[in-house]
């Protein structure tokens, strides 16, 4: 796991491959359920991320590339199954954190005083605008100066398409359009992401890299297909200005 350096008091790591129990081909953090991995080898690895970083819970969205965003106000079980349609959660409750995952999408994390939240992008998120989504929900919730990291992803030179799909993609994220290694027509999921949230008065920084580049470090759906996800967490400590975990 690598810490994404959200300001304090927020917290927000990225996990890698690296620490789970699942086998071949999701070895070994896989964090997701609708993979085919063993139902009981997911849920291990994530309650063994809720008890290496000292959490009440963690709440996960059932991802649909869309740009629902809902708001956790508490969670029944530990580690809760995932709320439908969801590529986007918002919370203000200590304690509680907040799963993205991804396996070439991009996991961003957002913090405020007081409000976090988490969003997972993709091509069809980007463009159906679940990052603005999210940063109104936050700001609904009572935040002021946001921060976002973005997390490793697909990069544009790695993430070819068809010329129209990134023409498409460019008019609705700005930035987006990029060109491969190969001199192909691609997208850039960071660079369009980046774009948007500035454009929204949001600090933003990046981490992690390109995930097809690190089959090590990281799943990558267009280079394993049959594979895990890896993710990005972002939490309010339990108690404000309490030692991080
Ligand atoms: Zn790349």
Redesign the pocket.
């Known amino acids: 796991m690598h810490d994404a350096g959200l300001p304090l008091p927020a917290r927000g790591v990225f996990t890698t491959r690296a620490g789970g129990v699942s086998l071949p081909p999701w070895d070994s953090l896989n964090l997701a359920v609708h993979v085919d991995d063993a139902f009981a080898k997911v849920q291990r690895n994530r309650d063994l991320v809720v008890e290496q970083l000292g959490l009440d819970g963690l709440a996960f969205g059932k991802q649909v590339h869309g740009n629902g965003v809902r708001v956790v106000r508490g969670l029944s079980k530990k580690t809760s199954r995932g709320l439908d349609d969801t590529d986007g959660l918002v919370t203000t409750v200590p304690g509680i954190g907040l799963a993205m995952l991804g396996a070439d999408c991009l996991p961003v994390l957002l913090a405020a005083d007081g409000v976090v939240g988490a969003a997972h992008v993709g091509r069809p998120g980007l463009a159906k605008g679940v990052l603005p989504e999210v940063v109104r929900v936050m700001r609904a919730e009572g935040a002021g100066e946001i921060s976002a990291v973005i997390g490793p992803g697909?990069?544009?030179?790695?993430?070819e398409v068809p010329p129209s799909m990134a023409g498409e993609v460019e008019k609705a994220a700005p930035g987006s359009r990029a060109t491969t290694r190969q001199g192909t027509t691609s997208v850039d999921l960071t660079a369009g992401a980046t774009r948007q949230l500035t454009g929204l008065g949001v600090a933003v920084r990046t981490v992690g890299?390109?995930?097809?580049?690190q089959p090590d470090l990281f799943f990558s759906y267009r280079r394993d297909g049959l594979t895990g996800r890896h993710g990005g967490i972002v939490w309010l400590p339990p108690q404000s200005g309490a030692p991080a975990p």
Do not use: D, S
């Not at 697909?154 to 993430?159: E, K, M």
């Not at 890299?209 to 580049?213: F, K, N, P, V």
């Open positions: 697909i990069c544009g030179l790695c993430y890299g390109c995930t097809l580049e």
